[in-house]
């Protein structure tokens, strides 16, 4: 019965992260399309300007590092409603921080990008290895191998909804994050789907997260920088500063 169990638990994961891989591979061929172009605007961001393009050597290559310059940090710094001096001369993780290390944003901290999906982001074709000062770590929200207490600042953009064990995640956050530290996450309420298979409310998020002294929920606008959610939807803001 028990390895029944696990063998459906790994399918189900196996499910989400193939359904992950593919929305990701189709978002490299609209993102050379934005660039050239023939796809504008794309998440309401316009096609850039032949000064905005990032120089790369490849047309895909350029096309995801200028989308990550002028779409990904700049809906960070929305999402998360910050500046970019926000987390100054601190450790910063951004858990599930997916193919591009969008809290490249914040300025003069140094940046830690947790994703289990690393190698097949860099399979499918997107190019980390232009990013300096960026520390890439391959691992899982359940189980994030640093010590105890070695970030001064943790966020999260609309990304936790994905995890596989959210209880084991707010534990290792809990963990990681050092005593007084910076916890900000950006939360999209929603029904479970394949990919984003936890639904959060206000009482389960904080039954999660209520260890975070000073935790106080902000929401904001169903209609981003990028998207517009259906009534049943909300984007939620939490944070203990």
């Known amino acids: ?15 989400k992260q193939d359904a992950e891989i593919a929305f990701w591979r189709n978002e490299i061929k609209r993102y050379q399309k ?35 310059k002028l779409h990904q940090e700049v809906k960070y710094l929305e999402a998360l409603a910050l500046k970019p001096d926000a987390f100054q001369n601190m450790k910063l993780l951004d ?44 691992g899982k929200s359940e189980k994030i191998p640093v010590e105890n207490g070695f970030f001064d600042a943790v966020i999260s953009v609309n990304a936790i909804d994905h995890v596989d064990n959210i209880r084991e995640t707010a534990a290792e956050i809990r963990r990681v994050l050092k005593k007084g530290g910076l916890l900000r996450m950006h939360v999209h309420y929603h029904p479970a789907t394949k990919c984003e298979p936890i639904s959060f409310d206000d009482d389960f998020f904080q039954e999660l997260f ?3 002294l ?9 209609q981003n920088y990028s998207t517009t959610l259906p009534d049943k939807e909300n984007f939620v803001l939490w944070s203990n500063f």
Request: hydrophobic share 35%.
């Open 1 to 15: 019965m028990l390895k029944k169990i696990l063998r459906k638990a790994i399918n189900l994961t196996r499910s």
């Open 34 to 68: 934005w660039f050239k172009g023939d796809l504008s605007p794309l998440y309401k961001t316009p096609s850039p300007k032949d000064s905005q393009k990032e120089k790369a050597t490849t047309l895909k290559d350029a096309s995801i590092l200028t989308w990550h």
């Open 95 to 138: 858990v599930g921080s997916g193919p591009m290390p969008s809290a490249t944003c914040f300025k003069g901290c140094r940046l830690y990008c947790l994703e289990p999906l690393l190698p097949k982001y860099l399979e499918i074709g997107f190019p980390l290895h232009y990013y300096e000062n960026v520390t890439f770590i391959h």
């Open 210 to 212: 209520g260890w975070c």
């Open 214 to 222: 000073n935790l106080s929920k902000v929401e904001i606008p169903k």
